[in-house]
């Protein structure tokens, strides 16, 4: 092991005792946000691989992010809780009989997603550019108008009420570490390189004999997964779900937070998550009747969103790269910043 | 032995005959010139041998075995390597990042065990470094190694996208003009540098070049095209007198 294992090592730690605190000291409502910060940290990262690393926009996690929910919802839930909720069509057999624990319904979530990554990843990797984010952001839709029509699988637009909040502190940001750390990894791997490089020029990688689309097909499946678990995650922490959670309204989010936080940075897109989860609950006061030195201003629903497509406008215009462009946070940066402010100190 | 061949190779976008009956053959270690004006379909005989277009006629040979119609990867891996008219550079990753992406096509270890650093992963990407770095000392560009490689001038860029190329352990290289944009130094240079490479990788070469004193000084056989039509083939000295070189291409 190097330093940096020991420091990535220290870091990990330091969160857990973070989590343990977090767990003992904080009220329902800071954990609730904490849980949301670290399910928003796993589908950013995830969401960047594919659409900052890869360099291939695609409109569609709000699908995937569905099904894993989905998946791990029913996988939860007992058999009683399946007949209470599905009143107008009863849920098919097996699903009706089959209840898993929580860490096994979110695997199920994740590979669920991951193998309808596998499927449409064919149709999908056809295309490029613009087609391509059309075709993922028609995945999204027909994943949307399934969950809403499936009535014996997904109990329609009237969801999925009743899930047991399993996902906990240590679920939400055990998830995250894992996410963050086999997606830091694969991105600094030479397949991180391969991939680089087919964004930077597709064909130029073919030339260098790469299949490329094995490689983005490949990244796409394992975004899927991630997404999928994520999904199953947030099931289980809002405890009801329907198919209105997951329009393309979510995708748009998660899109925002990679743009702001730098595409192709894991560093930005873990910040933005985090500040944009923070800064959307304190602004909710924005959509709540003010009084502002004896003005009186009505509360306008989804102005919140307006500020965020705001920010989202300025990053585009004043730093077209995000926050963090492609940088990353690595211990050898860390040193030579520090290194540096030392000398200023000194002179 | 022909290391490559075509047999009346041909394609047509739409309507538009880009290059018809094209008898190519070009024995193991030469160093081959493909000459025309533009648009004359030099470069879509290149998309076509390096598989990026499917030809719409006859047959393409690599060591006598056919190879019409595979995809650019796998004639990549095969042994064809090429560098393209405008530089295709990985233009935000560093020198040895780009030789680097050169020397993994073949790899072997799966993206799980390169994520999870495993033996097999850690083996072939030392490998591949010393490779690179090897290759990059060899072309005079080890200096440039961490530098961006959108941000090295001109001439570099094309040295690197050679270098690039070679990283891919071709038995054939093709160059699509590979002076273009450059001063007469570093066209000198680049001679250099292609007999250099040529010499010491076993190399076959075909080269598409405009500038005909570069192409007569450097080549032992030629291929003259115009308007898709082969209108001359064989040693520079010959093909430099036909009459119909000399009205087509020369313009005189
Ligand atoms: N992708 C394409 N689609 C349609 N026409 C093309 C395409 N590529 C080349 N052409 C046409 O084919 C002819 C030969 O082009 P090219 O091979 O690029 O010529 P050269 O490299 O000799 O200058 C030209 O008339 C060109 O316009
Ligand atoms: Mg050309």
Request: aromatic share 10%.
């Amino acid at each position: 092991m190097t330093t940096k294992h020991w420091l990535n090592l220290g870091v990990v730690g330091l969160l857990a005792l973070f989590v343990w605190g977090a767990g003992r000291w904080l009220d329902e409502y800071q954990v609730r946000l904490l849980n949301n910060v670290a399910v928003f940290i796993t589908l950013a990262v995830s969401y960047n691989l594919i659409n900052g690393v890869c360099g291939q926009l695609h409109l569609g996690p709000n699908a995937f992010i569905t099904l894993g929910a989905y998946t791990a919802a029913l996988l939860t839930m007992t058999p009683a809780e399946k007949a209470a909720n599905f009143l107008i069509t009863p849920l098919y057999w097996p699903l009706s009989q089959i209840s898993l624990p929580f860490p096994l319904a979110l695997l199920a979530g994740g590979l669920v997603a991951a193998g309808a990554g596998f499927l449409t990843g064919f149709p999908v990797f056809r295309v490029r550019g613009d087609y391509l984010a059309i075709v993922t952001l028609g995945f999204g839709e027909v994943v949307r108008v399934l969950a809403n029509n499936l009535q014996g699988l997904t109990n329609g637009p009237l969801g999925l009420k009743g899930l047991y909040p399993c996902t906990n502190l240590w679920w939400s940001w055990g998830v995250a570490v894992a996410t963050v750390a086999l997606i830091t990894a694969l991105v600094n791997s030479g397949y991180g390189r391969a991939l680089k490089a087919i964004r930077d020029d597709e064909t130029a990688a073919r030339a260098m004999g790469l299949n490329t689309f094995r490689h983005l097909l490949l990244a796409y499946i394992l975004s899927a997964f991630f997404f999928g678990v994520g999904g199953g995650l947030l099931a289980h922490l809002i405890t009801t779900i329907s198919p209105s959670l997951f329009t393309f309204f979510l995708t748009f989010n998660l899109l925002i937070i990679i743009v702001v936080g730098g595409l192709g940075s894991t560093t930005g897109a873990v910040l933005a998550a985090a500040f944009f989860t923070l800064a959307g609950e304190w602004l909710r006061v924005v959509e709540e009747p003010l009084e502002v030195l004896g003005l009186h201003i009505p509360g306008i629903p989804g102005m919140r969103m307006v500020l965020f497509s705001l920010l989202l406008l300025l990053v585009i215009i004043y730093f077209r790269g995000g926050l963090l462009g492609r940088r990353e946070f690595t211990w050898a940066g860390l040193t030579r910043f520090c290194s540096r402010m030392g000398r200023h100190d000194a002179s | 032995m022909m290391l490559l061949e075509t047999r009346n190779l041909g394609h047509s976008f739409g309507g538009l005959l880009a290059l018809e009956n094209l008898h190519l053959q070009v024995p193991e270690g030469a160093l081959y010139g493909l000459i025309g004006p533009n648009g004359a379909g030099k470069t879509t005989i290149f998309n076509l041998l390096s598989g990026f277009l499917k030809p719409t006629q006859g047959d393409i040979l690599f060591h006598g075995a056919k190879i019409t119609g595979l995809p650019p990867e796998q004639i990549t891996l095969l042994g064809i390597a090429r560098t393209f008219q405008n530089i295709r550079l990985f233009g935000e990753l560093t020198v040895l990042d780009n030789v680097l992406v050169g020397c993994q096509g073949r790899g072997r270890a799966s993206w799980w065990q390169a994520a999870l650093r495993f033996p097999v992963y850690l083996r072939e990407e030392r490998e591949y470094l010393a490779r690179s770095r090897a290759l990059l000392e060899e072309v005079g560009l080890a200096g440039a190694a961490d530098d961006i490689a959108g941000q090295l001038p001109y001439g570099h860029q094309r040295r690197l996208e050679i270098t690039r190329a070679l990283a891919t352990r071709p038995k054939l290289l093709l160059l699509d003009e590979p002076a273009a944009g450059l001063n007469p130094q570093e066209t000198q240079d680049l001679m250099d540098f292609l007999r250099t490479i040529h010499r010491e990788y076993h190399l076959t070469i075909l080269v598409i070049e405009h500038n005909l004193r570069l192409v007569m000084g450097l080549c032992q056989h030629l291929t003259v095209l115009d308007h898709g039509l082969t209108i001359a083939a064989g040693p520079p000295a010959e093909v430099r007198r036909h009459p119909r070189v000399i009205r087509a291409y020369l313009g005189k």
